[in-house]
């Protein structure tokens, strides 16, 4: 029903920038809140950003102050900017969104991922 497309990982050396974008489409009457998750090997996904569909944001501890997230409620896309980044900032990362697709019925939606490689 509902289908979330990640683009804008890759490769960027310590202190770099990158940006995520995250694009909703399918049987979309609202968006409530989106977030940002990473996963690193053998871990679980930890959540990176979070935002509501009023703009409120709230963000984990270690991106604090580098890492902005927003989004664009016209056209169900959200988008992360990440600078100073780290090593420790390297991950798969996953869009997240919570989606009104009819009257009643919010469904949990997932994107497949974008990998983010920090490293000189």
């Known amino acids: 029903q509902v289908q979330l497309v990640e683009s804008g990982g890759g490769l960027v050396q310590p202190g770099g920038s990158l940006s995520l974008s995250c694009a909703a489409s399918g049987r979309i009457l609202n968006i409530h809140s989106m977030d940002w998750y990473r996963q690193t090997p053998g871990k679980e996904r930890d959540l990176v950003a979070h935002?509501?569909?009023?703009?409120?944001?709230h963000y984990a501890d270690s991106v604090k102050g580098r890492f902005t997230i927003s989004r664009d409620n016209v056209n169900h896309t959200v988008h992360l900017e990440m600078n100073s980044l780290k090593p420790e900032d390297t991950g798969v990362y996953y869009c997240n969104a919570d989606v009104l697709v009819r009257a009643g019925m919010l469904v949990n939606s997932w994107g497949q991922g974008t990998q983010v490689t920090v490293s000189s």
């Open positions: 935002i509501t569909s009023g703009g409120s944001t």
